[in-house]
């Protein structure tokens, strides 16, 4: 076998990873209604034992507010709520804050 062709089988399938097993970048879940796998498949560094405490933290106390709820699930620190922040939506719309536009009108 030629070395164009070991390099050929080598590095085609990890440039077509991504297409063929789907996407790498993390989509929004909402907190609030997501299952615990949804949430460990959406929230990087959130296993199926962490996503299955914020469920039972939300049948308990009901639902999340604010992303920074998230601090008082068993499992979930500061850096793992900073690295998810804005992939987290609590069903009022998206966490990502717009900073006001100082020459809007009142």
Excluded: W
């Amino acid at each position: 076998m030629s070395i164009r062709k070991s390099l050929c089988l080598i590095i085609l399938p990890l440039l077509a990873g991504p297409a063929l097993y789907g996407s790498v970048l993390a989509a929004p879940v909402d907190i609030n209604s997501a299952d615990a796998h949804a949430l460990a498949a959406a929230l990087k560094g959130v296993g199926v034992k962490t996503a299955s405490e914020i469920v039972s933290y939300r049948k308990r106390n009901g639902p999340f507010k604010t992303p920074e709820d998230l601090l008082e699930v068993k499992g979930i620190g500061p850096r793992t709520l900073e690295v998810n922040k804005n992939d987290i939506l609590t069903g009022t719309g998206s966490t990502r804050k717009v900073a006001p536009d100082d020459n809007a009108r009142p």
